[in-house]
């Protein structure tokens, strides 16, 4: 069973634009994770943030935790093509097994 | 740095057969996790290996097993295949809680 839900499902926006997308979960978590999976292939980790951290950087990326909401976003800054692919968080917490329990996924795509 | 592999990339398999699926960790890595990712039913947690054992898994049928070898490279064994086996195999490794995963076995079951 799907643990999160990321909103929105799909999006489309330009080339430079920034690309917001949000994650929803249900129980409480060591830690949460990006992933980004480009065309149903392997998936590429992006961001770790643990639950006592409120906010992240990588690079253009930006992740932010809000635990007493259950929620998260990843914001990526001056958007390329490249970075079209679907995007999931995945919660994971040691109680778990240390497995990760992902959201259904944002598919974005970026036009040039 | 070698990332995680697997093997094979695609498999083309019928009902009823059985399938072992090879993935290799990032060196130091100890754990290895399976998924599944079936269309329409998002990435499962399938099992988990530690050491060697198994340390967790998901609500999977026993026809779906693994094992861990010594040098923590693992195999993922899926008996009695059915048309809904059919899906992405992904397997992650991890040392701590970040977990890397491997390019995944497209299984196709007819």
């Known amino acids: 069973s799907q643990q999160g839900e990321e909103d929105p499902q799909a999006l489309s926006i330009q080339e430079g634009e920034n690309a917001t997308m949000n994650c929803s979960y249900k129980?409480?978590?060591?830690?949460l994770q990006w992933y980004r999976q480009n065309s149903g292939r392997g998936l590429v980790h992006l961001i770790l943030?643990?639950?006592?951290?409120r906010e992240k950087h990588s690079g253009r990326l930006r992740v932010t935790l809000d635990t007493s909401k259950k929620s998260s976003s990843l914001l990526i800054t001056a958007s390329r093509a490249a970075d079209t692919a679907s995007y999931f968080c995945?919660?994971?917490?040691?109680?778990?097994?240390?497995?990760?329990?992902f959201g259904a996924g944002t598919i974005l795509r970026v036009k040039s | 740095e070698a990332g995680v592999t697997q093997s094979p990339t695609h498999l083309i398999k019928t009902r009823g057969q059985q399938v072992t699926l090879r993935c290799s960790p990032i060196s130091g890595h100890t754990s290895v996790y399976w998924y599944q990712q079936a269309l329409g039913l998002g990435l499962q947690f399938l099992l988990w290996y530690d050491e060697g054992e198994e340390r967790n898994r998901g609500n999977f049928p026993p026809r779906f097993s693994g094992r861990q070898f010594p040098n923590y490279s693992s195999e993922l064994n899926v008996n009695a295949l059915e048309l809904e086996d059919s899906a992405l195999y992904l397997c992650?490794?991890?040392?701590?809680?970040?977990?890397?995963f491997g390019p995944g076995t497209r299984l196709t079951v007819l």
């Open positions: 992650a490794s991890s040392l701590y809680n970040e977990q890397f």
């Open positions: 943030i643990r639950s006592n951290e």
């Open positions: 995945a919660t994971g917490d040691r109680e778990y097994g240390n497995k990760l329990v």
């Open positions: 129980t409480s978590i060591n830690n």
